[in-house]
Every structure is written in structure tokens, then in C-alpha cells.
């Protein structure tokens, strides 16, 4: 670039001198800088021939350490499998400990990378590091990712807290029921990850009750429940509580109904059959009660016959 500019310059004092004006100063200054510049290149082209045994040593150094560093990173990224975020009776407080020491893990590595890619694009190699960047970037997307379905957690133990704290005769179980069919909806829908993951599966189970025990709830607040009703659910659950509007929906989870969703749907049953059965007993003791009776001679005979008004007969049939 230099050496094209130079003769362009000699170019305008050739026609600068061609007009007339005087220009053997600045061309000799020319001259002086161009002879300059061929001495520099030449000491150039000499030093860096003979540095480039030190120049393709150091390059073959670091062609090294660029490997070293991606088997690294693969030994790192094969620890990660037994992860304590990717179980999910790890909890979520060890869970995001975990994601956050391997994030700052992962920075310290895209630290590394940046470094070793200036050096390696002075080289002239830096697609030699193309493996550890795509591996990188698959680690982060995966923690990011593990975050995200924890985050899926954190909302279920809130929404679910706030359901078991609340007392039985204020517990409404269709509400409660969409809101557990919403946040179902959204961890099927979560495809960032192996859905074989334990933390997944985990996640998937829990919800899963909860979508069994909710519609079960509804069936057991029916005023139709009797104590001899209770009695058989304890039973049934092997547990034991006393059941009154003020007992907490904790106490019932506990219960593990969902264990025996049938069984529950039936005690249930059996408790609105024969509450209307109640109710037509009670009706039918109303009835009787107030039924007046009429007695005749018989015509023929030295007996009474009894009998009941009209209306009083259709009312009983």
C-alpha cells in the first residue's frame, strides 16, 4: 500500500514538473523514503525468515494447547451427567446452586476460549476451535434450558402450597383443578429437554397427582359425606384424621388419595345414593306422620275397613 501510494505521488510531481513547477526537493525526499521502505522490507522478509522456526514452534504449542482445552472440556462435559440438577429429589435449592456454580464454570471456559481463538486467528487456525465453541455452547444451552424446567418447579411449589395451606371448607376444587391442568399443559409442552431426565419425570409425577387428587376433592366435598363415610376413606388410606371444615388440604393430600382414585370415587358414591335415600325416607316419614285414616262398617260383616283419602294414595304410590 505504501509503495502504491509513493507512486502516485511520483506520478503528480512528473506532471507538477511537466508544468513548469520546480520538484527535485521533493523528489529526492521521495526517493530517500522509497529507498527506506525496500531497506525495511527487506529487513522484514529477513527477520521473519529467520524467526519462523520460533513462530511455527510456538504455533505448534498452542495447536496443544487448543487440544488439551477441548479434551477438557469434553472430560467436564461428561461429569455433568451426574449432575444434581438433573434429579429431581435433589430440591430446588441444591438444584439452582448447582446450575449456578456450572454457569460460572462455563464462563471461565468462554474466558479461556476467547483467548486461545486471538491467538489461534494469528495463526491462522481458528476453525481448529470450532469443536470447542460448539461444545461450549451446547453446555450453556443445557443449563439454560435446566433452569428454565426447574423455574416450571418453583411455580408448581407455590401454586401447590398455596392449595394445601388452605381449610377444607374454603378449598374450591374446579379452580384449583384448571390451575393444575394449566401448569400440566405447560411442562408437556417444555421441549428443551430429555423428557427421560429424572428431574423431568419427577416434575411429570407430582403434577400427575395433583390432577388425580383434585377432581377426588370435589367428590369428597359433597355435604353427602357422612362420618361412616370418612370412616371407610381412613380405611381405605391407612391414615387417620378427623374431618371438619377447618382441617387444612394438607391433611388430605397426606391421605395419598390419589393412590385410589376408584376406590375414593366410590366411597363418595355410596355417600350421595344413599343420602337420596335419606331424603325419601325422611319424605316418606312426613307422609306417614300426617296421613289420617278412615274407618267404615263393612257391609256385610261386623268389621271396619280401613282406608286413606284419594290424594293421600297417589302421593304414597
Partial sequence: DHV???????????????????????????RRVGANLASLKDVCQKTEKAIEPLVKAEADTYRKKIAEFEKKL??????????????FDSGIELAFKRIDEVTADLDRFATELEDLL??????????????SHKLLQSMREDVVNVRALWNIEVERIMMTEG???????EVMPLEMEDDVKALFKKLKEF????????????????????????????????????ARH??????LCGKSAQVTDDVLLRDMWNMELHKFPAEVEDIAERAKQEAKMEATIAKLQG????????????RSANVKIMSLKEEDMETLE
Fill in 4 to 30: 502504491r501510494r509513493q507512486d502516485e505521488v511520483f506520478e503528480v510531481l512528473a506532471h507538477i514538473e511537466r508544468d513548469g513547477m520546480p520538484t527535485e526537493k521533493p523528489l529526492k525526499l521521495l
Fill in 74 to 87: 469434553r472430560e467436564y462435559h461428561g461429569t455433568l451427567k451426574k449432575e444434581a440438577y438433573y434429579h
Fill in 118 to 131: 486471538h491467538i489461534a486467528t494469528n495463526f491462522k487456525y481458528p476453525d481448529e476451535l470450532s469443536g
Fill in 163 to 169: 392449595f394445601l395451606t388452605k381449610r377444607w371448607g
Fill in 191 to 226: 421441549s428443551k429437554v430429555d423428557r427421560k431426565l429424572d428431574v423431568y419425570t419427577g416434575m411429570h409425577e407430582v403434577i400427575k397427582r395433583w390432577t388425580v387428587f383434585c377432581p377426588l376433592v370435589a367428590e369428597l366435598r359433597d355435604p353427602a359425606m357422612r
Fill in 230 to 235: 370418612w370412616s371407610l376413606l381412613m380405611g
Fill in 287 to 298: 307422609i306417614w306422620s300426617g296421613l289420617e285414616f278412615a274407618f267404615e262398617e263393612h
